[in-house]
């Protein structure tokens, strides 16, 4: 099955690596089908003096990033390059997310918690934190946000979606249950989930979603999309192998694509 990445940063955002044509070179010598950016959105629900340079791009960074995707769709007419945008999700300011989004024709919105109270717990920088909370009751929260972002209507797809076993923290709770909720909740809003290899580069090792959630995914026939949640030009479509291996494992035999087509096997 062809797949293609629709998860790629830029270094705009202040922690990723290369030119973006980089990226697109890398994705052609891959052969992979489609490619879009995803660059994390400037931090909307902070105060212009708060938004941190090395976590997200800036309002001027955005609106030179929609440009250079513009641009390279010209340079790059064999492969499709689409607009997207990683947007975090932040109870209570929907209606300042939407007005951002609302300036850009993005192809697509990936939604991603990485806050959990004001807590950056995927950020290295705010571990401390873990060793100090109830890691089942952290994970339930987790996953309660997740359905509440998809049910916000901000986003067509939630990415890396179990994202909080980042660091390798496991609950000792069975989380089926929770999976179970968590897919019903993209059923019901209509978003697709992402398959997003980035965890298999740290210490949680594991495609992002866990095989419960995508298995839980498959039941209630949610979409999914693919990426490789990229930071330099040599992670596109990184570990797309084993994507390919999961996805037939749970059944899946299409993935969706943003030009409203979805890719058979082959
Ligand atoms: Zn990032
Ligand atoms: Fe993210
Ligand atoms: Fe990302
Ligand atoms: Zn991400």
Redesign the pocket.
Known sequence: MLLPDY?I?TARCGHAKGAMWEYVEKALALRLPEIGF?D?IPMYWLNDQDRDPGIAMSFEGLAEYVAEVEKLRVVYPSIPIRLGI?ADYMPDFEMELKKVLDQYSFDYV?G?V?YIDGWGFDNPAYLEKYKHINIDELYYQYFSLVQQAARSGLFHVL??PD?IKKFGYRPKADLQEAYDKTARAFAEAGVGMEI?T?GLRVPAKEIYPALGLLQACKNYAVPVTTGS?AHEPGQVGFAFDSVRCLLEEVGYTEVLYFNNLVSKGC
């Open positions: 998860h940063h995803a994390h990683e990936l991603s990485h990415s890396h994202l997003n980035a949640d």
